[in-house]
């Protein structure tokens, strides 16, 4: 991993982000050789359940004499789509800087997580995931590393996953914040007064056209997307959350 500078990168720091688990070396010699400027660490949110402290520690310790900024954002290491919100949460923060993301220092769905977000969210081109490959692996007794030194610092190319346009993404985020569930009527209502459609009619006509414009441009990607379906109950028809679209919400929103 190298990093060019030139005159339009000046302003920009280096940024690791690195789940924390059972490594040390991992973590810290990477930041040192590539000389980051700020490193985040994605710990566990429950504190008494994460075996991980004492190597959290030594990693502090260690950035902190190298001079290196330490910040920390929580989440659930063992859920998925909490794993990728933290990372959407980092990189939003961290917009116009250079971000290097380790898949190697922590566990393997934290790996999943960290390179899909890598792959949905680096819309900048400024995101650049990494496996560290270590030198020794003695193995995990509780109190050593489950390895030590790093041999190579390889590149990981993030390709593209396709997330929904952020007019879809709000109003998801609706239908969410009306307990999953509410008439075609009132979504109509809600992603006008929040300009996620546009009418253009007379006022007679514009009951049908708000209708049109939300099926269009929201009802019907919406379900391309698997995020909702349609149920008829009486003369009402109600737009209801799906499962996927539930998964999609606890990172995407």
């Known amino acids: 991993m190298h990093t060019i500078h030139t005159m339009t990168r000046i302003a920009k720091l280096r940024v690791h982000i690195a789940p924390i688990g059972y490594e040390i070396d991992r973590v810290v010699l990477p930041a040192k050789q590539e000389r980051a400027d700020k490193v985040w660490l994605l710990l566990h949110e429950n504190k008494n359940e994460d075996k991980a402290g004492p190597f959290v520690s030594k990693i502090k310790n260690q950035l902190a004499k190298l001079n290196i900024e330490i910040k920390e954002e929580y989440h659930d290491r063992r859920d ?58 003695p193995g995990f007794e509780g109190k050593t590393p489950l390895s030590t030194g790093i041999k190579e610092i390889q590149n990981v190319p993030p390709y593209s996953i396709k997330i929904p ?89």
């Open 80 to 137: 998925l789509f909490k794993i990728i919100r933290a990372i959407k949460n980092i990189i939003e923060k961290e917009q116009g800087n250079d971000i290097y993301v380790n898949l190697a220092s922590g566990s393997k769905i934290q790996a999943i997580g960290t390179m899909m977000a890598c792959m949905m969210f680096n819309d900048d081109s400024n995101i650049h995931p990494f496996y560290v490959e270590a030198n020794n692996y």
């Open 165 to 253: 346009d952020q007019k879809l993404i709000d109003a998801l985020k609706i239908i969410k914040e009306n307990k999953g569930r509410l008439t075609k009527k009132e979504i109509a209502k809600l992603c006008e007064e929040k300009q996620l459609i546009t009418i253009n009619a007379k006022e007679k006509n514009h009951s049908m056209a708000r209708f049109a414009s939300l099926d269009k441009n929201i009802i019907q990607p919406l379900e391309q997307w698997k995020f909702i379906e349609i149920e008829k109950i009486g003369r009402n028809r109600w737009i209801k959350i799906t499962e996927e679209g539930k998964n999609a919400a606890e990172f995407l929103i």
